[in-house]
């Protein structure tokens, strides 16, 4: 499939960011861990081969300067350094270093940025596909897309569909909380602890059903408990090492899927980021649930989503570009969050896919980016955190435990009529419409 359309405001963004911070990587993926005999890795290099007429996100990269960047199409990359492998010392820590590493190593030089590494030997009959992309060519919803398309059942073209038209009165009022984002909040610019470029990768999970039951009996989702849980966990941490976080929301965001029906398999980025603050200050879990559960509506709503599409699309390059900038400037830094679901049994050949870790990038600038991926009944969450914070790297350890003392809330006097489907990045790549993302 080649596409024609142009670059989205976003990608150009992301290349541009790229090119202009090479240090800063935009690597997102995530790890499978299946169950079998790893393949040969010429298996593994024709199985891919044969399906790549059905991912343009494989196929297409971009090009050029900055933010005159155009798709251009290579059907047929070269797999070599694409499809790769390496065999592990025996050991789940030899693993975990591999994949540490793997999160800083370079994409390919050329081509279509993305790359698929086989890792073995750490554990009998076990063994790990590591998918990577960068983000100017892949978000959270392409990649969840691809690796549905990749081993998963090959997913139907979705039609065209019918989508909401936003009007002047809901662009307005879309804009206006866009714009809200852009205000000094203060909270990460201590001049003791200056965010730097050094980042800290950490992994927790906890079983889906617990965050499902916990949002649920609210009248909320999965991703509203993931938010409150992720609020119980940064009070804990400012408490002990944040003063300037103790007492106030901390402004966050969520990755808002943009894209439309037909646009699942496309290339690019079609999210914007939704501005749901944490209500760390709360003072129990059932108030930070239900402060998240109401800040999340708006950004569920179809007819927003493509009021954001509306102003995205229409928003002039470099205007977009220089409004990303002051996004990364300290006295606005947000905390990033996704929340994915891959929803079909993942699989190479017979092995199946026992559990999915996801990473993500972060931002210049910004303090921590978080992204949940729930899978067969466990939702394992990269933390990506700023290594100049003290000890920040311990939200990982402080949002398990939050689960885990969480108990389900009793229904809201006046339930909310959002269900369970904010995992708004996957529900796109699997049922496509409105990213992930979480890119």
Partial sequence: MLISTRPS???????????????????????????????????LRAYVGGRLSLLPCLTHYLQGGGLRAR????????????????????GKDSLDAVLQDLLTQPLPASGPLWDLWLLHGHVAHQYTLCYRAHHSGQDGAAVINALHNLFGAVLPHAP??????????????????????????NIWNDPAHVLDDSRISTWASVPTRLLHDMGAARGGSGNDAFLATLATAVRTWTHSHWARGIGRPVPAVMMANLRRAHEAGHPGNLFAYATVPLPSHEPTHQARLDAVITATQGPKSPLRREATRTILDRTPTRLGRALADRLTTPSRAVVDTSYVAVRRPLHYQSDPVTHIQPFTWLPRNHPASVLACSYNGITTTHFLTNGALPE????????E?????????????????????????????TTPGPSTPRP
């Avoid at 019918?162 to 909040?185: D, E, F, K, Q």
């Fill in 9 to 43: 405001l976003m990608d150009l963004t992301m290349h541009d960011m790229a090119q202009k911070q090479p240090w800063l990587s935009q690597t997102i993926g995530a790890a499978l861990h299946l169950q079998g005999t790893a393949p040969a890795l010429a298996d």
């Fill in 71 to 90: 798709w251009v199409h290579d059907p047929r990359p070269d797999l070599q350094p694409r499809i790769r492998e390496r065999e592990l010392v025996p």
């Fill in 160 to 185: 065209t569909g019918t989508n909401p038209v936003a009007g002047p009165r809901a662009c307005a009022s879309t804009l206006r909380g866009m714009l809200a984002a852009l205000a000094h909040n």
């Fill in 392 to 399: 920040f790297h311990q939200l990982a350890t402080h949002w």
């Fill in 401 to 429: 435990q939050a689960v885990s003392e969480a108990q389900v809330p009793g229904p809201r006097a006046t339930p909310s009529p959002v269900g369970e489907q904010q995992e708004t990045t996957a529900r796109a790549a």
